[in-house]
């Protein structure tokens, strides 16, 4: 009787990094995988494992230095060696049929085990820039899996485009006028869906509000702050005399997005890759803020894979960015056919179907799996 098959999957440190590789186990999980993931430690995602039951092992990693402070390194580099040996033990006990990373720190340990064990390797991209771990990793991957077109690709003969993964709420999202309704909203009112993302929040959500006190009332707004910085937003609009506005909501954090992204004509985002993901899943109009501090610009990036086929506009920080913020939401609502005609855009872009990218991945785990293991 054939083992049941195996994977290791290298993950964490952010939302944008787990999500994929946790789908993916779901998916293998669903076709009868073993899976184990090798996480930070202490990392954000331990919680979502436990309540899944998936297995972990923690690697005590940290990023690699971005100055030239000698200690930093010494620890980048002791850690480094030592997250490789424990992911190496993984590897003999284990003994998996495949190991994935997702593009986090983390993973290159586990990558380099594994290639060192002779485990065949793969790598998950979800921006439209090979992140450095990624970009290393891929010289002795076999497929390269990614979520977005990636300008200049420099493993074009091992990768395969196959979309990020997304949550399964997005599959039946209900009608424009109904998730209104569900709001509070009006039903024919242009409605702006505003959010900062996990990160670099802050500037973003400063613009919106002086963007929706210029408007006066010619949209509708659904506004998360994030909890961070939720209490400062709210004084904002109260000094823009905007608290308690009809159709202006503020939240700091919501669980329902795809009831929100339903309501929206627009949305206004930074451009991680799941975001990006989801509006492409959706065909929703954007206007795209790139997280100016966000690794090897790979933000703007993502920005470009929509923007450059007209489904977004991707309007970066700097000079004027709240009076440029206020022109473009002004210009698409006063004329919103501008901005259901971006969703034509989509079909250019030729992003895959995030909510089948789960089974894509899987598919290429697979398919190079020995014929004795295929059982």
Same mark, same amino acid.
Not at 122 to 128: D, F, G, K, P, Q
Not at 239 to 242: I, K, N, P, R, S
């Given at each position: 009787?054939?083992? !049941?098959? *195996? =994977?290791?999957?290298?993950?964490?440190?952010?939302?944008?990094?787990?999500?994929?590789?946790? $789908?993916?186990?779901?998916?293998? &999980?669903? &076709?009868?995988?073993?899976?184990?993931?090798?996480?930070?430690?202490?990392?954000? %995602?331990?919680?979502?494992?436990?309540?899944?039951?998936?297995?972990?092992a923690e690697l005590d990693m940290v990023s690699l230095p971005r100055t030239f402070n000698p200690l930093s390194h010494l620890a980048f580099w002791f850690k480094f060696f030592a997250s490789l040996r424990l992911a190496s033990r993984v590897m003999k006990d284990f003994r998996p049929d495949a190991v994935v990373g997702t593009g986090s720190y983390v993973a290159f340990p586990a990558i380099l085990a594994a290639r060192l064990a002779g485990v065949?390797?793969?790598?998950?991209?979800? !921006?439209?820039?090979?992140?450095?771990?990624n970009y290393l990793a891929g010289f002795f991957c076999r497929r390269a899996a990614l979520g977005l077109p990636v300008p200049g690709n420099p493993f074009p003969t091992r990768s395969v485009l196959a979309g990020t993964p997304i949550r399964g709420?997005? %599959?039946?999202?209900?009608?424009?006028?109904?998730?209104? &309704?569900?709001?509070?909203?009006? #039903?024919?009112k242009f409605t702006v869906l505003a959010f900062g993302?996990?990160?670099? =929040? &802050? *500037?973003?959500?400063a613009a919106f509000v002086s963007a929706l006190k210029t408007l006066k009332g010619d949209v509708q707004s659904l506004h998360i702050a994030g909890r961070k910085n939720f209490g400062e937003v709210k004084a904002a609009y109260a =000094?823009?005399?905007?608290e308690g506005a009809p159709g202006l909501a503020l939240f700091d954090y919501r669980e329902d997005m795809p009831l929100l992204y339903a309501a929206a004509d627009l949305v206004i985002s930074r451009s991680g890759a799941?975001?990006?993901? #989801?509006? =492409?899943?959706?065909?929703?109009p954007s206007i795209l803020v790139p997280l100016p501090s966000s690794a090897g610009d790979h933000q703007r990036f993502n920005a470009l894979a929509l923007a450059g086929h007209g489904a977004a506009l991707c309007l970066e920080e700097g000079h004027d960015f709240d009076a440029r913020l206020a022109a473009a939401l002004r210009d698409l609502?006063?004329?919103?056919?501008k901005a259901a005609a971006m969703a034509d855009g989509f079909v250019k872009a030729a992003i895959p179907d995030g909510l089948? $990218?789960?089974?894509?991945?899987?598919?290429?785990?697979? $398919?190079?799996?020995?014929?004795?293991r295929r059982a």
């Open positions: 009787m054939v083992e !049941n098959k *195996r =994977a290791v999957i290298a993950s964490g440190g952010t939302g944008g990094h787990f999500y994929p590789g946790f $789908a993916l186990a779901e998916e293998l &999980r669903a &076709r009868g995988w073993q899976t184990l993931f090798l996480v930070k430690k202490e990392d954000i %995602a331990r919680p979502a494992l436990e309540d899944a039951d998936f297995p972990y065949p390797v793969y790598i998950h991209e979800s !921006n439209a820039k090979f992140g450095l771990g709420g997005f %599959a039946a999202l209900p009608g424009k006028a109904a998730a209104r &309704r569900a709001l509070g909203l009006q #039903e024919d993302g996990s990160q670099g =929040a &802050r *500037r973003l959500n =000094a823009a005399g905007l799941s975001t990006v993901a #989801e509006l =492409a899943q959706l065909k929703k609502a006063g004329e919103p056919e089948g $990218a789960a089974a894509a991945l899987a598919g290429l785990l697979e $398919a190079d799996l020995p014929a004795e």
